[in-house]
């Protein structure tokens, strides 16, 4: 038998203590089983431990299998377990829509031994495939990014680390509204690492901008500040190319609302669109706070750095006219952490 700690760990959850009994005298040679006669009790484990696999009871008390499973893909910890239903019923209308909520297979009790481990190795198997080729692709898109990334700052001589700060900021802001409960509903389903690394394109529309602008060492006039504007256009339209040529996932997804709406204002004064309150995305107004913040600590040709005292003031400001007030609020209180992250950088 496998050393107990290399073993993959699958937890079954049923109500039925018998159920229960087979499937550990079935599975434990092979695997490391943890048993739970409840959904709840399933959550509260899975704060501890991160199973390989479920394999989860569909009639339950208090949580059934169908509750289960769209919490468990309804969080992005979660999302990737393999969840494999057990169901005393063949219903194929059962079937179809455990599959559609995310199902990997589903297997009839009484269960069969081998047909149960079978099933189990399959996809365990797969899972693994899935996720070496996952890793594969998260690091090339990185490498894409980082690139793009490189080509704008190269571009903009002014702005030497934006991307690389902002991405820090960004990081500390969203983990201040996590622990404040600030729109948790929409921050739950968040991979804040592939966030931030969204993010990092906001300002990719500058690559469409003359040199002549981005580079110019005084005020723009306002005719090229207009030009300068369409850079959020800009971003979002060469996002949609690469959209359109590889498909539409997450990732881009968030970099389109990262690029185009970052200059949009809470009282509906910003660009592209003049979108206004909570009709800006929530990636536009987080990226709009670090990336003003940012803007005012660091020293341009035309203006020097302000401290951060003075960046957190004017900031504050403009809670409610050019920023989202709830995440000032949040912004503030998390003002050392900001002030730590940046002499870190």
């Known amino acids: 038998m496998e050393d107990f700690q290399t073993l993959k760990t699958i937890f079954v959850v049923d109500d039925s203590d018998t159920n229960l009994s087979m499937a550990e005298a079935v599975l434990e040679d092979q695997y490391r089983v943890m048993t739970m006669p409840s959904a709840a009790k399933m959550f509260n484990l899975l704060d501890k431990v991160l199973p390989d696999l ?3 009871d ?10 289960a499973i769209q919490k468990l893909k309804s969080e992005s910890k979660w999302h990737d377990i393999p969840i494999m239903f057990l169901t005393g019923r063949n219903d194929s209308d059962v079937e179809a829509k455990g599959l559609e909520m995310g199902a990997v297979d589903f297997v009839t009790k009484p269960f ?9 190795q399959t996809h365990l198997d797969i899972d693994n495939i899935i996720r070496v080729r996952t890793a594969q692709l998260h690091r090339l898109q990185n490498s894409i990014i980082s690139v793009l990334a490189d ?17 820090v900021y960004i990081r500390v802001l969203i983990d201040e509204m996590k622990n404040q409960g600030l729109y948790v509903n929409e921050l739950t389903g968040w991979d804040v690492d592939k966030m931030i690394s969204s993010a990092r394109m906001h300002d990719l529309g500058k690559i ?18 207009d030009i300068m504007k369409r850079h959020a256009e800009e971003g979002e ?12 996932g997450e990732f881009l997804r968030n970099a389109k609302l990262f690029a185009g709406t970052h200059h949009e204002r809470w009282d509906g004064k910003g660009y592209p669109r003049g979108l206004k309150g909570e009709q800006i995305p929530l990636q536009g107004r987080i ?3 670090v990336d003003v913040y940012d803007a005012l600590v660091s020293e341009r040709p035309y203006k020097r750095a302000f401290t951060d005292n003075e960046a957190f003031d004017i900031i504050s400001q403009s809670s409610g006219t050019h ?11 998390a003002r050392e952490r900001i002030k730590a992250a940046k002499v870190e950088l």
């Open 54 to 56: 479920i394999l989860l």
């Open 58 to 67: 569909i009639e339950m008390p208090d949580i059934n299998g169908f509750e």
């Open 112 to 120: 069969s031994a081998p047909v149960l481990i079978n099933r189990i």
């Open 151 to 167: 080509m704008v700052e190269n571009r903009d001589k002014g702005t030497g680390g934006h991307i690389e700060r902002t991405s």
């Open 208 to 225: 469409s901008i003359s040199d002549l602008i981005v580079n110019k060492p005084g005020k723009l006039t306002d005719d090229e500040y």
């Open 237 to 248: 339209r060469i996002i949609d190319e690469i959209i359109s040529r590889t498909g539409e």
């Open 287 to 289: 990226m709009a706070i």
């Open 323 to 333: 920023f989202d007030p709830n995440i000032i609020s949040v912004f503030n209180n």
